[in-house]
Structures are given as C-alpha cells and as structure tokens.
C-alpha cells in the first residue's frame, strides 16, 4: 500500500506495509495443517461430532433423558429406542447424547481452568527463578502433586458435595500443578532464549516479555498436554459420577450409566455397553486430535505440512 | 579531537556457580568463573572498535555486562558522560534506546511466533517517544526494510522463512529502529556465507556511514576484524592482553598470544613468509585460571616471574598496550 | 606452508563419474549433484570449496554410502580401489570399505561421540568390529583393543593418554573431542579421510593444531584427504588441488595456487573477491547480487547465469561441462572454454 506524502512541494511515495498476519489467515492455515494429516483429520471429525451432540443434541434430540417407562425398561435396541431402554425404561440413546453434554461440560471446563492456573503459576515460577515466590510455588505444586489425582477428587466433591461445578473444581485442582510443571520447565529454558534478551536489551518491561514472547514460545507442550488430559477428564468424571461422588443422579451421565449398568449387567448388556463406548471414542478422538493440533500450532510444522 | 562514546574502566564479572546446598554437600562447593577480569578500554565515537578472543576469553560477558544484562562486580562503564553500572531502571532504559545488540545466532534472537514487521517495530512501540500512532510505525518499518535491503513483503513472515542472511539483516533493522549511537555487533558473520556475510559486511559500514554509528565489533575472524576494526583489543580468559589501534597492532605484535593468533590465520595470499605458530595445549578454564600470566601455560616464552606475576598492560606508545612481562625490558 | 610437496602422487585411489544424487522432500525431487565428476590420486588433498547448498557436503556422502534416506545415488559411478562403491550392498560397505578405506569425520564433535559412554567403550567398540572383520590377524581381547586405543590417543596429541580414556565426552573440549574422532577415524588402513568442515566449529588456534594433525596424520599413513570446507584459506594451506562448487556442479577445479591465483570461472573469481583479505573498510567487498537458486528450481543452462554479469545469450541456453582449459586446470564457463583465458572483473 502506498501513501503520497507531500515534502518540500515534491510528493514522494512511502510505502506502508502490513505486518500483521490476519487472524483469519492463520486460522485457515492452522485448520488446512490439522487437515492435512491422517489422524489429526479423524481426531477432528470425531472431536466435531462430539462438540456437536453436546451443543446441540438435547435441543435437537426429541426424547427426554428421564423420561421413565417400565414398561419396556430392559428393551433391546428398537425402532423406537435406537439403543434400547435402561432399568427404568429411559431411553439410552437419549441418556448418551445428554451425557456427552456432561462429559464435554466437566472436561473442558476442568482442562482449561487448571491450565490456565497452572500457566500463569508456572510461567511466573519459572520466569522468578531461584526466588522465594518460586519455591512456594513448587512447594505447593508439589504438595498438591503428592495426593493420588482420583483421590484428591474424591476427597474434594466429598467435602463440597456433589454437582458439576464442584465436579469442575475438583478436578482442575488435582490438575493444575501438571500444567504448572510443564509451563516452568519451558520458562525456564525460554527465557534464556537470545530473543528473551533482545527484548530486554530494547527496554521492553517485564510483564510485556512475559506475555509477549514466553507464553507464546511455552504454549506448545501445554496444549498437547491438554488435548490428552481432556481424555483423561472424561475417564475420571465418569470414574467419579460411577462411584457416586460426581454429577448427581438422575442426571445422565455416563459415569451413571456405567454405574446403573454394571448393578444389570446380566438382564441387559445395552446399559453397560453404550456408555462404555461413548468413552472409549471419546478417548481416541482427543488423542488423534491433539496430535494434529500440536503440528498445527507450530508455525514451522504448520508451513511444512501446508 | 575525537570524542570518546565509551569508556570502560577495570570491569570485573564473575559468575558464581555451586551456591546450593547440594553443591555444598557432595560437589567441589563455590567454584568462580572469573569471565571478565578487569577490562579496560576506550571506543572512539564513530570508530568501530574489534574485539577477538576464542572460547573463554569473555567476549560475550563483556557485551552483556554493558548492557547491565549480568551485573558487574566491580568496574565502570562510562557512555556519554554518565556511569551505566549505577543507573537505576528509567536511565537505563534511556541507555537502551542509545545502545543496541545484534546477537550471535540470527535466529535465535527473533521470536519465532513473531513476524518480521511486529520483531522490527518492537522497540518503536516500547518507546513511543513522538506517541506514534499504528500509520507511523507502519511506515517507519517499511523504511528500516529498506535500508537493510529486504523486501517490503517481508515484514508478514515468520523468521524461520527467512535465509540466514535475511535472518541477520531483520536483527540489523531491529536495532537501528531507534537511531542508536552505539550498536554491539556479536559475531554477526557466524554461520553465513562468504558473499552473504560480504553483503553483510557492506551493509554494516554503509549505515555506519549514514547513521553515525559506532561498532563494538566481536568477531573471532581475524580478517574481518581486521577489516572492520579502527582500533582492536585482543583478549585471553577474561583480560585483554593487547590493544591499539588496528594498524598498529597487525603491524607490530607484541604479545605472544597475538603472534600466535595472528600467525594462524589462513590466508589465501600470504603477505610474507612468516611460518605459523600452533600453541601447545587446550585453553585453560576460566574457573581456575593459571597464576600470574594467564597465558603461561601455552607460551614458549614463559619464564618463571609469568608464573609469580601477572603483567599489567605496558605502553609501546601511540595508545598501543600489550601485556607481557618480556616487553618491560625494551 | 602445512602443503605436502614432492610426494609421490601417481595413481589414482578415486574416480568419480557423472555423479547424480537427487533427494526426495515432500514429493519435490532436488537435484543434488548433477554430473560431478573428479579424480583423487593417492596420497593428495583435494579441497571441496562451495557456498551453503552447493552439494560438497552431499558429495562426500555419497561416496561413503551415508546418504540420508530422502537421497539417493541416481546415476554415476565411483570406482575406489578396483570397485564401483554405487554397486556394493550396505554389508560390503560397512564390512570392507567404511571405517576400514575409507573414513569421515564431520563438523561437530559433540554429535558424533555418545555422552553417556566413555570414550574408550567406544573406541573399543570400533577396533572390535575392525577386528572382526578382518581376515588376517587373530581375535583382539578388550585389554590388547584397549591399549592399541590408548595408543591411537596418543598420536593424536592427548596428553596422559591412559586416565583420559576414561572419561567420559564432557570431560573433553572441542578439540580434544575431534582429536578422538580423528584417532577412531584415521588408521594405517584409511585410504581416503572424508573431512566435512572438521575445524569449522572450533577456536582458531584449536583450528591450527587439529588440521596440523589431520596433515602430519594422512602424511604418516599414506591417506588422500577429500577437504571439505566453505574456508578458502584453510584450503590454500592445506589442498593440492580444490574444486569449487555451485548447485551441485563443479565449476572450477585445479591445483590449488592456480585455482585462487588465477581464477577461470567468474563464480571463483566473485567469491575471492568478497572475501576482506587483507583490504581494510573503505574498500566495499564484492556482494553477488541474487541469490543460490534452490535445487528444484535451477536456472537453464547454466545455473550460474542469472547473477553473472558477463553472463551472455548462450549462458542461458547451453548447460556447460568441466572441460579441462590449461594444464590441469577446469572450468565449467562456457566463455572461459570458447574464448580461453579471461580476467573476470567483478568491481
């Protein structure tokens, strides 16, 4: 782009130039690069698929989770019950679209809320090295650490009690020193970088080159890290909800499903077995999809696959 | 009468390692790293002064210490009249609008999530001196890429689609940014090669020219130094060892070290004769450097008072020093 | 002057023909080298001289069957010792020729030494499967492996030899390391010593002292050295004769004095006169205008012509060949070959 500027009666081009990568571009690249290979294209249809019957299947969805008909409790998958009945004659399917809901709703929110606790403790840990406000960090990391994850959890709802927002906090609490770990170990080695020093020989304040070129440079490994423990939340909010101390029952859940078909294993292998497999894809989904995300946010991967 | 921009007096950095516990317990406990020992030098202002030294010599603890990225234990560094080791934070930042780096490893010093436009206007938005608004920054970057012969394009690309001479040039725009007086070049032909650090070398005397600068200029390349460089200082773990002006110097070396230095370069056409001195030995740590002359340990000449006595810089006139007990006597 | 004089260097240990290597990156194929073809006679240095992404260090690979799975031998041969080395399975050329007639040693001393063995698990491990392999002497125990190791350290200039083969690579400096490289790499038996950019990562003086070894070495043994560098200067002192490469083609070559002397193609004559020498600032270096064409985009003809000045119309049509132009001296230029001797004057 040029501008005429007028100067001492000559008019001069200047030229401007445009430094800013849109976002649109980078989103369009980054999408193009998780498409580009083989698992993260599966893992993202099936992570799109999920977010999708969470957002929008108990709108779309006709029947009601609760709704109970002992009538035909125990029914096999049926024109009317895509995936049969429970012991209460609730529908399954039903029951697993509003679960995903749960599922999605505990995982997201735990993974993110601790991830981003633990960024900005282990960013401002790694980033004050050797000071006392590092050690207590550390401290409390590995304080937090030492309890069993599944435990801790347990101990926490318990305490709380039982919905799915305690749920929430519960498990990003168990969570958050992982993250914490991951971004002060990055830190640590980030800012020792030349272009660390660079900005601080230019003058730029302290907070800014935190912001601005350590949490940037330390992102990669947290999200991969999150792509996986998303899983993982999936495992233990239905682990919880199966002992009873996570999302309240008649919510449906899947940790519920699993818990109420175990107790009617022999009447009914429906009830266990839908559940199980919502998890088990969920699992693979989040999996395959981390691993194309972490080459789609690298910049440099991110051109070589394009 | 040329005026002096820097003048750095008896600067002392050591690094001090094994200070925990542990270390205390099963290591060797405090071990110092005595990086620079007392240095002491003058830059001309709009003179580009070499410094040549191998690994150890503490070359680039020198740069860092200027610029009060580690501080120093003792010593001055006078820039402009005013002291920069007792400069409190918003002098300092003064300071670093005048004094700017261009680091070793091209690469390294630019965010790799950064483009080349947002890396170049970094320091025009940390000191919004005229309050420039997003136009003004926007033009100033369009200048800067061209004064250092890259395309306007270049300015939305990420630093790793660039080559290593493209890479270097974006550093160099960078620290020209804010019109500084003083530029620390730190080895800034490693890695390129022969035309592109040629371009390089063009493109640094070119705005020397133009923007009035002057060069700290590291480099371990001799014939680079020696091409670049008004004056030189040649150091040895952490002191300097021989200094004068470039002339001077290549003309008449005085200190063994140098002789040996100099003697190894490998040139295409040899001016004379001269057969190469190759040392003996491997450079000692600067953890535990050797009594007295440093350079004892690898210099043929060493007698017993190097061993007692560390030489202090004598003067062979016309602001030519080298330090060597063997020269007291001439 | 390090340069061997009045050797005898009659026959020739390495033959190189129409030398083609292409690499495979994601679906592009690059031409590496492109119809390389040389000499090395026994007992002489030859210097690889070229700009990054010339091919030298591609080339010296190639010849030791080292090539990274994306590359691979297209077309050529290379006779060594009576046998085309493209011809020969990856057995023989562990069993017969690598480590054994011919060895490589590279830049960077720390990636080519394990940190968590000591240097002389792995010095042993290496004289063990020469020794193996070898039909004539008898098996080695560890102790007699150990002392011909302590040995080989020794004339590699290591001081106390037998406590520091104990130690483990971090123990060592630079130096030192490629001093360890050297003794593992080098033997009476090593016909050929590929040498890619051995002093380029170390300090000058260290520079001087480990080429004065790979020198006083190869003269000791017998061995021809393949010199591959970006460092003209290390050259002048240390080769016989030098070819000087641009996207995988050799455009000059001859004996070393003659090469930098008098330089027949412009692309030689352009990169001396970028160098400082012994100018001093003022004196503007030449910068050659463009830049190295990426292997998969080469120029027609020759791929030299869009940044040469006195580049003319048949320059762009015409690929040019090495064709020998004076004694012992080659030129890939066209106009070099059709006019003879030209001064290429850059500024």
Redesign the interface.
């Known amino acids: 782009m040029t501008t005429t500027v007028a100067n001492n009666g000559q008019a001069q081009q200047k030229t401007r130039v445009s430094f800013k990568i849109p976002l649109r571009v980078t989103l369009e690249e980054a999408t193009r690069a998780i498409l580009r290979n083989r698992e993260g294209w599966i893992g993202s249809v099936l992570v799109a698929m999920m977010l999708v019957t969470a957002i929008l299947g108990p709108f779309v969805f006709p029947i009601d989770p609760n709704e109970q008909d002992i009538a035909n409790r125990f029914a096999s998958p049926s024109g009317s019950h895509l995936l049969g009945t429970d012991y209460l004659g609730r529908d399954l399917l039903a029951r697993l679209i509003y679960g995903c809901r749960i599922a999605m709703s505990v995982a997201f929110g735990s993974i993110f809320l601790s991830a981003i606790v633990g960024v900005i403790l282990g960013v401002t840990s790694g980033y004050m090295e050797g000071s006392k406000l590092d050690y207590a960090i550390i401290l409390v990391f590995d304080i937090v650490r030492s309890f069993p994850q599944v435990v801790l959890a347990l101990a926490i709802v318990a305490v709380l009690g039982c919905s799915m927002i305690n749920l929430i906090l519960a498990l990003a609490f168990t969570a958050f020193p992982f993250y914490g770990r991951i971004a002060r170990a990055q830190t640590l080695s980030v800012k020792e970088s030349d272009y660390v020093k660079a900005a601080e020989v230019l003058g730029l304040r302290r907070m800014k080159i935190v912001f601005r070129h350590i949490i940037p440079n330390i992102l990669t490994p947290v999200i991969v890290c999150l792509g996986l423990d998303l899983a993982t939340m999936i495992i233990y909010e239905a682990g919880l909800s199966f002992l009873g101390l996570g999302v309240r029952p008649p919510t449906a859940s899947w940790g519920i499903m699993l818990r109420n078909g175990y107790k009617y294993i022999e009447t009914s292998p429906w009830m266990l077995l839908w559940p199980a497999v919502a998890i088990s894809l969920s699992m693979i989904a989040f999996s395959l999809f981390s691993g194309g995300l972490r080459v789609a946010l690298d910049p440099k991967e991110r051109q070589r696959s394009v | 009468m040329e005026m002096d921009l820097i003048q750095i007096k008896s600067l002392k950095t050591y690094f001090f390692q094994g200070k925990g516990l542990l270390s205390k317990l099963f290591g060797q406990g405090l071990k110092i790293v005595h990086a620079v020992d007392g240095v002491s030098l003058t830059i001309k202002k709009g003179h ?1 002064f070499g410094i040549v030294g ?2 150890g010599c503490g070359k680039s603890t020198l740069c ?1 210490t200027i ?1 009060r ?1 580690v501080e120093p234990l003792e010593g001055k560094i006078i820039f402009q009249g005013r002291d920069v080791v007792k400069m409190d934070q918003k002098n ?2 003064e300071f ?2 005048k004094a ?2 261009i ?3 091209q690469f ?11 890396i ?4 025009l938005t ?2 919004q001196a005229d309050n420039r608004g997003k ?1 003004d920054i ?2 100033k ?2 200048e800067l ?2 004064a250092v012969n890259l395309d ?1 394009e270049a ?2 690309k ?1 630093p ?2 660039f ?1 290593g001479g493209q890479a270097r040039r974006i ?1 160099v725009a ?1 620290a020209i940014a804010l019109n500084p007086d003083f530029i620390i070049a730190d080895e800034p032909t490693s890695g390129l ?7 390089i ?2 493109l640094m ?1 070119d705005l020397q020219e133009r923007l009035d600068l002057t060069y700290l200029w590291i480099s ?1 390349n ?3 130094v ?5 004056d030189i200082a040649i150091m040895y773990l952490g002191k300097i060892v021989e200094t004068g002006t ?1 002339a001077d110097v290549f003309e008449n070396l005085a200190h063994p070290y140098s002789q ?2 100099i003697s ?6 040899k ?1 004379d004769g001269k ?2 001195i ?2 003996e ?3 000692p740590s600067p953890i535990t450097p050797p009594s007295g002359c440093r350079f004892r340990t690898r210099c043929k000449y060493a007698s017993k008072k190097c061993k007692e006595e560390e030489p202090a810089l004598i003067d062979l006139g016309s602001g030519h020093y080298a330090a060597c007990h063997l020269l007291g006597s001439n | 002057m390090i340069r061997r004089k009045g050797r005898e260097v009659s026959n020739i240990l390495l033959d190189v023909w129409n030398l083609c290597v292409e690499y495979n990156l994601a679906g592009k194929r690059m031409q590496a080298l492109d119809d390389v073809s040389f000499k090395v006679k026994k007992g002489e240095v030859l210097g690889v001289a070229g700009e990054s992404g010339c091919g030298k260090s591609t080339l010296g690979l190639a010849i030791i069957r080292l090539l990274p799975s994306v590359g691979e031998i297209a077309d050529g041969s290379i006779r060594f010792m009576g046998r085309n080395l493209v011809k020969l399975s990856e057995q023989q050329m562990d069993e017969e020729i690598r480590g054994k007639h011919i060895a490589m040693i590279f830049q960077n001393p720390q990636s080519a030494l394990n940190p968590v063995f000591k240097i002389e698990t792995q010095m042993i491990d290496i004289l063990r499967f020469q020794s193996k392999h070898r039909k004539s002497k008898a098996k080695m125990s560890r102790k007699e492996l150990r002392q011909q190791a302590i040995q080989q350290l020794k004339e590699t200039g290591i001081a106390d030899p037998a406590e520091r083969i104990s130690n483990y690579p971090f123990e060592f400096s630079g130096g030192m390391k490629q001093r360890v490289i050297i003794a593992m790499a080098l033997s009476s038996e090593t016909s050929l010593l590929i040498a890619d950019e051995p002093t380029t990562a170390l300090d000058v003086t260290i520079e001087a002292q480990i080429n004065k070894l790979i020198d006083k070495l190869a003269a000791e043994y017998g061995t021809s050295i393949l010199y591959i560098t970006h460092n003209l200067g290390v050259l002048s002192e240390m080769a016989n004769r030098i070819m000087i490469m641009y996207a995988g083609r050799i455009f000059e070559m001859g004996r070393t004095q003659s090469v930098l002397g008098d330089p027949r193609h412009p692309y030689s004559a352009a990169l001396l006169e970028s160098l400082p020498g012994h100018y001093t600032k003022g004196k503007r270096l030449l910068s050659i205008p463009g830049f190295v064409p990426p292997l998969d985009q080469l120029p027609s003809g020759c791929s030299f012509h869009p940044r040469c000045p006195f580049a003319e119309e048949i320059c762009r049509q015409q690929v040019p060949t090495l064709n020998e132009v004076s004694n012992g001296h080659w030129s890939a230029c066209l106009l070099d070959q059709q006019r003879g001797r030209q001064k290429w004057k850059w500024i």
Request: with cysteine.
């Open positions: 580009t191998e690994s860092n610029f990225l300092l930042r670093r609008q700017q780096m680091f070793q490893d390294g010093c630019l965010n790799p999530r950064r483009t080349a436009g947002q170049i206007a970094e320091p940390i000191h136009e926007s033009l970057v369009a890429l061209e306007a300015a939305a990420f790793h689609e080559s550093g960078r090669d022969i035309s592109t650090a040629a371009t070398l063009n005397q371990h001799l014939n680079q020696k091409y670049m460089s008004d470039t040996a230095l190894v370069i490998p040139q295409i056409r001016k057969s190469k190759i040392l030995g491997e450079i």
